[in-house]
Every structure is written in structure tokens, then in C-alpha cells.
Nanobody, 117 residues
């Protein structure tokens, strides 16, 4: 059984910062892509950022220059440093992991990020 435990969400004012963390545990046979998706009310889930096993990152255009994704393979943890937050960043953020070989996908249950004055 694979578990993804997310932390770091909350309420922040526009222009503020938050750091999301996601720790993976369980029977994962090599971690490939790690990253975050988000879903705002009334909208579909969308990619925020992904980092491959080789360290290549891919960001949605809306967060480029503001968000930084990183991973710690020893700790099987992925981090999302979010800066210059905007009201439109408000969403439930879901951690995502895909196994390297079997390509199985795992999702965290989601963590709320609210940007509001």
C-alpha cells in the first residue's frame, strides 16, 4: 500500500509564500515523476509542476518564476515552494507520484491553499 502525506497548506495573503511537502511511503518500486496538481472550485484538475527522476522540471506557465519544485529521493519527498501567491492560486493541491517502471500513479488526498486578503 502506498501513502502520500501532504502538509504545508493554509491561508496566506496575496504576495505571500507557502511551502508544500509530500512524503511518499509504502511499496513503491522506484519513483519516476513527482509533483503537484491543483483543482480550484468549479474547475478541472490541472498540472502545477512535475519533476522527473533525472531532475527535469516542468511548470505550468501560470506559476513559472513564482513556484519552485524540488525532490529528495532519499526521503521520498517532493516540495513545492510557492512565492508571490495570487488569489487565483487558491485551490486544493494534490501530490502526484508515478512509478518509474510499472508506471502506476498515486495521488495524495489534497491540501487546501487559500490566497486571500
Amino acid at each position: 500500500q502506498v501513502q502520500l502525506v501532504e502538509s504545508g497548506g493554509g491561508l496566506v495573503q496575496p504576495g505571500g509564500s507557502l511551502r508544500l511537502s509530500c512524503v511518499a511511503s509504502g511499496s513503491i518500486y522506484g519513483i519516476g515523476d513527482m509533483g503537484w496538481y491543483r483543482q480550484a472550485p468549479g474547475k478541472e484538475r490541472e498540472l502545477v509542476a512535475l519533476v522527473s527522476s533525472s531532475g527535469r522540471t516542468n511548470y505550468d506557465d501560470s506559476v513559472k518564476g513564482r513556484f519552485t519544485l524540488s525532490r529528495d529521493n532519499v526521503k521520498t519527498t517532493v516540495y513545492l515552494q510557492m512565492s508571490s501567491l495570487k488569489v487565483e492560486d487558491t485551490a486544493v493541491y494534490h501530490c502526484y507520484i508515478r512509478e518509474l517502471v510499472r508506471r502506476f500513479e498515486y495521488w495524495g488526498q489534497g491540501i487546501q491553499v487559500t490566497v486571500s486578503s
